[in-house]
């Protein structure tokens, strides 16, 4: 199956297609049925430096991955369609590093036309900058790494309770 275009000029693989997202912008679906563990997508992009990591999130960049020690991986380039895959509090895929490359591999056995989403485990530095739009059944709120998740719920209830003692005292 070769790669076709789109509505959205993103070109289509064997097993995703790429259209709007209820989610947030382009997102990527399943074009067949896909079994869990497979290697759905490659997470490409620019090797660099952790301090040109650093630089490059500090400007804005939210498509840098880990990989080692020394270096990093800046997905925001143009050849990486995985880039398009949509967070989830409740994700169908994993990020993997697979011999020093990044994969989205299937969770779960995922159905023809769901969307293909992932956690992108970000941290709780600045976490309120990256509020969540999956609507699945305890989503959290932010794009968070699912082991902060309680800490951030403790943070909802808090500003919560905040938020209605003071809107009670006039």
């Known amino acids: 199956m070769s790669s076709t275009l789109n509505d959205s000029n993103i070109a289509d693989t064997p097993l995703i297609c790429f259209r709007e997202s209820a989610i947030h912008g382009i997102g990527g679906f399943a074009r ?4 869990a563990g497979t290697l759905v ?30 270096w990093d991986l800046d997905g925001s380039v143009i050849w990486n369609q995985a880039r398009y895959l949509n967070h989830s509090c409740k994700p169908n895929c994993v990020a993997e590093r697979v011999d020093g490359r990044v994969w989205i591999v299937a969770r779960r056995n995922i159905r023809a036309g769901e969307e293909l ?20 059944a305890g989503c959290v709120g932010y794009m968070v790494s699912p082991e ?23």
Do not use: M, P
Request: charged share 35%; glycine share 8%.
């Open 32 to 35: 067949v049925d896909i079994s």
């Open 41 to 70: 997508a490659e997470y490409t992009g620019e090797r660099i430096t952790k301090d040109e990591s650093l630089r490059r999130c500090e400007a804005g960049n939210e498509f840098i991955f880990a990989l080692d020690d020394e």
């Open 117 to 136: 989403t992932f956690n992108y485990g970000y941290g709780l530095e600045d976490y309120r900058e990256h509020e969540c739009r999956c609507g699945a």
């Open 148 to 170: 902060f998740y309680e800490h951030v719920k403790w943070q909802n209830e808090l500003a919560d309770e905040f938020t209605q003692d003071t809107s009670g005292s006039s």
